[in-house]
């Protein structure tokens, strides 16, 4: 019986774990002027998506980069050649 108490107390703790949880997840929005915020995928600087540059990889990944960060490579390209 003691076995059963438990399972039942176990899964009620579950349960409201899970509630909280989503309520928790369903109040977090993000707010207007973050909606057009993206971090750069190299120096995660945060900057509008119209300064960056996107490439998406797969089916799913976007990468973000911005200005700096492509330029440096490109210098890092012709160091190498």
């Known amino acids: 019986m003691a076995v059963t108490v438990l399972a039942a107390l176990f899964l009620f703790a579950l349960v409201l774990t899970a509630f909280f949880g989503y309520k928790y997840l369903g109040k977090k929005t993000t707010a207007p002027e973050n909606i057009n915020n993206e971090k750069c995928s190299i120096c995660r600087q945060k900057f509008e998506k119209k300064m960056l540059i996107e ?16 330029v440096r ?9």
Do not use: M, P, S, V
Request: aromatic fraction near 16%.
């Open 73 to 81: 490579l490109y210098a890092d390209l012709g160091i190498k050649n």
């Open 55 to 70: 490439r998406q990889i797969g089916d799913y990944k976007l990468l973000y980069f911005c200005r700096e960060c492509i």
